[in-house]
């Protein structure tokens, strides 16, 4: 299985502040990665796939880059609704797997 | 706007099989992958398997003897049934759409194995 390795497993961060969370692939996923995020009490939500596409509906203040291995969301102006879990996610190899997940809180 | 909601016991005893339903509204589940995805305290999460809009299936190798997915088209409904559980199967337990990315999601079922 690919190993998915998220940095860190959890940050506190002031509002308008840029946040970075990277993902680390076990091996090269061509790009098949998935963000999402989950705030308390509620199911996971995408955010980006394909490493750099924006799904339907969410803040362009969300971002993801990467290539290869190396992976990152980027949140730019940190709101407070978006205290919550962060998730990648590869879809290159059976079975899909997950990261361990990036706890991000307000500083 | 496709609803996705889980539904089962949120109690089963070790050696016993865990059996949850997964109603789906505002989208036919003979459209498009439906799966099963799982989170473990302690934030891990497993992808489990998924049946596909024609009824055929895939299942993550670490479950493959104890996991069975199967649907009731009539109803909308998909089902999960693992085997043989152990506390390490405690978890909480989502239902999703998406064959590669999950775009839509449960609110989780809550699932804890023990005597």
């Known amino acids: 299985d690919i190993r998915m390795t998220q940095s860190p497993a959890s940050l506190s961060a002031s509002l308008g502040e840029t946040v970075n969370i990277e993902c680390l692939a076990s091996e090269d996923i061509y790009s098949d990665l998935a963000w999402y995020q989950q705030k308390p009490g509620k199911s996971p939500q995408l955010l980006i796939y394909n490493a750099n596409s924006l799904q339907n509906g969410v803040p362009s203040r969300f971002s993801g880059s990467g290539s290869g291995t190396q992976y990152s969301l980027k949140i730019n102006s940190l709101q407070s609704e978006d205290v919550a879990t962060y998730f990648c996610q590869q879809y290159n190899n059976y079975p899909w797997t997950f990261g361990g997940g990036t706890k991000l809180e307000l500083k | 706007e496709v609803q996705l909601q889980e539904s089962g016991p949120g109690l089963v005893k070790p050696s016993q099989s865990l059996s949850l339903t997964c109603s789906v509204t505002?989208?036919?589940?003979?459209?498009?992958?439906w799966g099963w995805i799982r989170k473990f305290p302690g934030n891990k999460m497993e992808w489990m398997g998924y049946i596909s809009y024609s009824g055929s299936t895939s299942y993550n190798p670490s479950l493959k003897s104890r996991i069975s997915i199967t649907r009731d088209t009539s109803k909308n409904q998909f089902f999960l049934q693992l085997n043989s559980v152990t506390t390490e199967d405690t978890a909480t337990y989502y239902c999703?759409?998406?064959?590669?990315?999950?775009?839509?999601w449960g609110q989780g079922a809550s699932v804890t194995v023990s005597s």
């Open positions: 505002g989208y036919s589940i003979t459209s498009n992958y």
């Open positions: 999703a759409r998406g064959y590669y990315v999950m775009d839509a």
